[in-house]
């Protein structure tokens, strides 16, 4: 299995700062994904990305903004952090065998 | 809106019992995977099924893919309480090479009971 690294594991932030999830891959794999998991909603994609500069939006994207200027790394970055956004960040790769998830980010929003 | 709709959302049994969960939707799906979580980590998968009227058989789990490509289920023989977790069952949109994507379920929390 490709090694996937999240950072932070967790994190409280203020409503209306800027917030940056970083995920990291240890091995060339070209699909990588953010979804958020919250009670009741299960995982929902939030964006992903398919090759180095392509991304493309998930079905919660609002809010949430991606860049991926190397393969090994996806950045998640809430532009104004809202309470709503409080939840756990789950980033996922697609390698040879299927996906692979990371262990996640607790983010809160205070 | 859902596009994968999974059932039960909850499901307490006693150890030895056997159960199924699934997994409907409208849209057909290039593959469905099954995967289980446990609390504070992600996602592991369990399987990925791939051609419309598939079985697969891992222990005491089956799983099994619709002939449509847009249903599955999985049932889990004699469950144990060590088969307690959330399993969340995803399908795959797109195409290979384009802009491929997993969607999910909302999962079922099965708890064993000893």
């Known amino acids: 299995d490709a090694g996937i690294t999240q950072s932070p594991r967790h994190k409280v932030t203020e409503t209306g700062t800027p917030v940056t999830l970083r995920c990291h891959q240890t091995?060339?794999?070209?699909?990588m994904y953010w979804y958020r998991q919250d009670p009741g909603h299960g995982l929902r994609l939030i964006h992903y990305?398919?090759?180095?500069?392509?991304?493309d939006k998930g079905e919660v994207s609002d809010g949430y903004s991606v860049s991926r200027s190397k393969t090994e790394d996806f950045l998640l970055t809430l532009e104004s952090a809202t309470s709503s956004q409080t939840s756990v960040y789950f980033c996922?790769?697609?390698?040879?065998?299927?996906?692979?998830f990371g262990s996640g980010t607790r983010l809160t929003v205070v | 809106t859902q596009l994968l709709e999974q059932s039960p959302q909850f499901l307490s049994i006693q150890e030895g019992e056997n159960l199924t969960v699934y997994c409907n939707s409208s849209?057909?799906?290039?593959?469905l995977q099954w995967y289980r979580q446990e609390p504070g980590e992600g996602p592991v998968l369990l399987v990925t099924?791939?051609?419309?009227?598939e079985v697969k058989k891992l222990k005491r789990l089956t799983f099994q893919f619709g002939d449509a490509r847009k249903d599955s289920s999985l049932h889990i023989t004699a469950a144990q309480p060590g088969d307690t977790g959330l399993y969340l069952c995803?399908?795959?949109?797109?195409?290979?090479?384009?802009?491929?994507?997993?969607?999910f379920g909302k999962g079922t929390k099965l708890t064993v009971n000893p």
């Open positions: 996922a790769i697609r390698g040879n065998y299927g996906y692979t």
């Open positions: 091995e060339n794999h070209r699909y």
């Open positions: 990305s398919y090759g180095v500069k392509d991304t």
């Open positions: 849209s057909v799906f290039s593959s």
């Open positions: 099924v791939v051609t419309g009227g």
């Open positions: 995803a399908g795959l949109l797109g195409t290979q090479g384009g802009s491929e994507k997993l969607v």
